[in-house]
Each structure stands twice: as structure tokens, then as C-alpha cells.
């Protein structure tokens, strides 16, 4: 059974710094990996998504790479500011299509 | 603004008491799911419809029925609601089965 595991769980950094959150995940076998953004109260939103034959995804300050051999993931957040204070979650997709979820890193940018 | 519309926003039941969870996207996307999440927890995906007509179990179905009415509507209805219930709900939809996906705001479900 697929387990897709965030850490670290919580995550504190001043104002400017870059960042990695990292996702790991059991199956290589994923169809895609999507990285999204929650707010407090609010829905997902969807940052950026990784076929299985892609090895990275970027957009604007955030870069998002994909190692299916060794089932991991991250995702690179460039001169982080406050507006980023989120919660970040990673899904994969399995052959049927299904995302599995990990749990999620909830990021504090520091002003 | 096109997405996803999910009602109601939030919702108190009474154990034993029936619901339906509505949402609706103007997206003219095939795919839509039910999800819930729990603190600490991933999403969980609920029921799933990858195109009209159709509709699948995910991995929590149990206690919950889905129906999609049309390409834009898919409900969710708890039959007989139970603590284990109480949980933010999510619907999302997307243009094809694991693509990229838009979510609604949730609902906020409590069951007393």
C-alpha cells in the first residue's frame, strides 16, 4: 500500500531564506506527484504537478523535483516571504489515478 | 470566477441524522472526488466519479453515498451521521482522472 510521509511535520524560517520540504514516498509506481498549498480555513491549491517521466516543475520561486528511484520529492521555495506561510501537502498518483496524501508540512515564514 | 462551489460551508448534525453535501464545478472537467481530511492526517479520498455516469470507491467509502447528478454536480450524502463523520470535507474536480486538480473550500462537518 502506498504511504506518502512530509517532513519535517512543522517548519519556522525568518523572512528571505530558501527552503526545502520534503516528500517520501513507498510505491515508485506513481502516475503523477502534485505539490499544493492550503490556507488556514480554505481549500487546496494546486502549485505544481510532476509526471512520472519529469524530473522537476518550476514556477516562479518554486522548483519541485521528482526522484521516483528512491521515492522522494521536494520542493524548493526561493526567497520565502510571509505570503508563503501555508501549509504545503504532497499527493501521489497511483495507476488508478487515486492521489494518496501525506499529512503535510505547515510553514511559518518569519517577517 | 470559475471552480468549485461546495455547500454548505459549515454544518452541525446530530448523530443518527441524515445530510447531503452539495458541489458543482463550471469547469467542464470529467473527474470529481470526495475527500476528507482529519487533523494531522492527509486527505482521504471518499468516493470518486471519473466521468459522468460513473462512480468508485476510494479508500474511506463506508457510511457515505455519492451521486453525480450531471458533468457538473456530484453530492456526497451521510445516511445516518456518526462522530467518526465529524471532519472538514473536501470536493475537487479535474479535466481527466489524476490530473491536475482544483479544490473547493470545504465544509466543516461536526457530528454531536
Known amino acids: 500500500k502506498q504511504e506518502v510521509t512530509q517532513i519535517p511535520a512543522a517548519l519556522s524560517v525568518p523572512e528571505g531564506e530558501n527552503l526545502v520540504l520534503n516528500c517520501s514516498f513507498t510505491?515508485?509506481?506513481?502516475?503523477?506527484l502534485q505539490w499544493f498549498r492550503q490556507d488556514p480555513g480554505k481549500g487546496l491549491t494546486s502549485l505544481l504537478l510532476i509526471q512520472s517521466s519529469q524530473r522537476e516543475q518550476t514556477s516562479g520561486r518554486l522548483n519541485a523535483s521528482l526522484d521516483k528511484s528512491s521515492g522522494r520529492s521536494t520542493l524548493y521555495i526561493a526567497a520565502s516571504q510571509p505570503g508563503d506561510s501555508a501549509t504545503y501537502l504532497c499527493?501521489?498518483?497511483?495507476?488508478?489515478?487515486?492521489?494518496?496524501w501525506g499529512a503535510g508540512t505547515k510553514l511559518i515564514i518569519k517577517p | 470566477n470559475a471552480g468549485v462551489t461546495q455547500t454548505p460551508k459549515f454544518q452541525v448534525l446530530k448523530t443518527g441524522q441524515s445530510m447531503t453535501l452539495q458541489c458543482a464545478q463550471d469547469m467542464n472537467h470529467n473527474s470529481m472526488y470526495w475527500y476528507r481530511q482529519d487533523p494531522g492526517m492527509g486527505l482521504r479520498l471518499i468516493y470518486y466519479s471519473a466521468s459522468e455516469g460513473t462512480t468508485d470507491k476510494g479508500e474511506v467509502p463506508n457510511g457515505y453515498n455519492v451521486s453525480r447528478l450531471n458533468k457538473r454536480e456530484f453530492s456526497l450524502r451521510l445516511e445516518s451521521a456518526a462522530p467518526s463523520q465529524t471532519s472538514v470535507y473536501f470536493c475537487?474536480?479535474?479535466?481527466?482522472?489524476?490530473?491536475?486538480?482544483?479544490f473547493g473550500s470545504g465544509t466543516r462537518l461536526t457530528v454531536v
Open positions: 499527493a501521489v498518483s497511483d495507476s488508478n489515478y487515486q492521489l494518496i
Open positions: 475537487a474536480s479535474s479535466e481527466t482522472s489524476g490530473g491536475q486538480g482544483r
Open positions: 510505491d515508485s509506481a506513481i502516475y503523477n
